[in-house]
C-alpha cells in the first residue's frame, strides 16, 4: 500500500510495488478518462525552487489529468524564501493546505527534510545532485516499454555522472533487477561518486565499468542514457566549458551501436545528442517524456489512495 507515503529515493518503494505502479501507468495510458476524477477535490502544491520544465508540468499535467488542482511557485523569487524563511516552515504552513507536495530544491537533503516536516505526502522532483526518483519511475518505465524487461540488461550512461541526479537514482533503480551491468562513460572530473559505485555496485556484487572510450563500448549496450552537463553545479565556468563537449552521440556513433538499441535522455539536452540523432528510430527521449506523465499519475493516484 503506497497511501499516504513519501517519495524522496529511488528505494523508498519496494520492487513490488513499483510493478504494481507501472501496471497502473499502464492502465491509465491506455483508458486515460477512466481515471478523470479519481483525485477530485484533491490538492497538489507544486514547489520549484529551481528551474524546470518536464518536471513540473509533468507533475501538474498528471494531477489534473486526475481530476485534482494544483497550487505552487516556479521559481523561489516568489516565495517567503526570499524573506529568510526556513524550509521547515514552508512546508509546514504548505501542508496545512495541499494533500500532497512536489518539491523541487537545489539543496541535497531537502527532500527528506520537507518530508520530516509535512503531513501530506512528500514527491522528490529533485535535490541538487542527489537523486530525482519520478524521473526514474519514468525512466524504468520507459525502458520497460521499450525493451520488453528492466532485467539482464546491459546499460550506458555517458556525461555528467558526478551531478547527474538523474543517474544516480536509475542506477540505484535498475541496480535491483537480476542481470544489469552497466557501463560508466565520462571524463575522470565527472565520474559516478562513491556512493553509488562502492556503496550500491561493490556492496551489492553488480558488474561496472568505468572509461572514457565511448566508442569502444558503444557496441554492447542495450540501453543508452545520455546527460547533459551539469552546468549550474560546477564553480567555476573555465571547468563547465572544457567538460561540456567531453562526449557528443552523432550519427557516426549510432553506426557502431545495437540495432535495438534505446538511447534515453532526461532532457532538456544541450548539444551531448546531435540533432542528426533525434531521426534514428533508436532515439527514444522524446517517447520517453509521456511515460513520465503516466507514471506521475499512477503515483499521486497511489500515494492519495484514489486508486
Ligand atoms: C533532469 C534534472 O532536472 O535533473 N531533468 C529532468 O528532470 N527531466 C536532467 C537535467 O536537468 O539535466
Known amino acids: 500500500m503506497l497511501k499516504g507515503r513519501h517519495l524522496i529515493g529511488p528505494r523508498d518503494f519496494s520492487v513490488d510495488e513499483l510493478e504494481g505502479l507501472f501496471t497502473l501507468a499502464g492502465r491509465m495510458e491506455e483508458k486515460p478518462r477512466d481515471w478523470m476524477d479519481v483525485a477530485k477535490g484533491r490538492l497538489l502544491a507544486s514547489l520549484f525552487f529551481e528551474p524546470s520544465t518536464r518536471t513540473r508540468l509533468s507533475f501538474e499535467a498528471a494531477m489534473l489529468r486526475l481530476g485534482g488542482s494544483v497550487i505552487g511557485f516556479a521559481e523561489p523569487g516568489s516565495s517567503s524564501t526570499t524573506k529568510g524563511e526556513s524550509l521547515a516552515d514552508t512546508i509546514r504552513t504548505v501542508s496545512a493546505y495541499a494533500d500532497v507536495i512536489a518539491m523541487r530544491n537545489p539543496k541535497e537533503g531537502s527532500?527528506?527534510?520537507?518530508?520530516?516536516?509535512s503531513t501530506v505526502p512528500v514527491v522528490n522532483g529533485g535535490d541538487g545532485g542527489h537523486h530525482h526518483p519520478t524521473q526514474?519511475?519514468?525512466d524504468?518505465?520507459?525502458i520497460r516499454?521499450?525493451?520488453?524487461?528492466?532485467?539482464?540488461l546491459r546499460v550506458g550512461f555517458c556525461g555528467d555522472l558526478k551531478f547527474g541526479r538523474t543517474v544516480h537514482s536509475l542506477a540505484q533503480g535498475l541496480a535491483r533487477y537480476p542481470g544489469n551491468s552497466f557501463v560508466l562513460v565520462s571524463p575522470p572530473e565527472l565520474r559516478v561518486p562513491d556512493f553509488i559505485t562502492?556503496?550500491?555496485?561493490?556492496?551489492?556484487?553488480?558488474e561496472y565499468l568505468e572509461t572514457e572510450d565511448f566508442e569502444k563500448v558503444l557496441p554492447e549496450l542495450d540501453?543508452?542514457?545520455?546527460?547533459?552537463?551539469?552546468?549550474?553545479?560546477?564553480?567555476?565556468?573555465?571547468?563547465?566549458?572544457?567538460?561540456?563537449?567531453?562526449f557528443i552521440l552523432d550519427g557516426a556513433r549510432m553506426r557502431l551501436a545495437k540495432a535495438d538499441l534505446a538511447v534515453l535522455h532526461p532532457l532538456p539536452r544541450v548539444n551531448e545528442i546531435a540533432v542528426e540523432v533525434d531521426s534514428d528510430p533508436r532515439a527514444a527521449y522524446f517517447a520517453q517524456v509521456k511515460y513520465g506523465?503516466?507514471?506521475?499519475?499512477?503515483?499521486?493516484?497511489?500515494?492519495?489512495g484514489a486508486a
Open 293 to 304: 506523465m503516466y507514471a506521475r499519475m499512477a503515483l499521486f493516484a497511489s500515494i492519495l
Open 198 to 206: 562502492k556503496e550500491i555496485f561493490e556492496k551489492e556484487g553488480i
Open 145 to 152: 516499454r521499450l525493451k520488453g524487461r528492466t532485467d539482464g
Open 140 to 142: 524504468l518505465l520507459a
Open 223 to 246: 540501453v543508452l542514457y545520455m546527460t547533459r552537463v551539469q552546468k549550474e553545479r560546477f564553480f567555476n565556468e573555465e571547468d563547465y566549458l572544457r567538460l561540456k563537449d567531453s
Open 136 to 138: 526514474t519511475l519514468t
Open 111 to 117: 527532500a527528506l527534510l520537507a518530508s520530516r516536516f
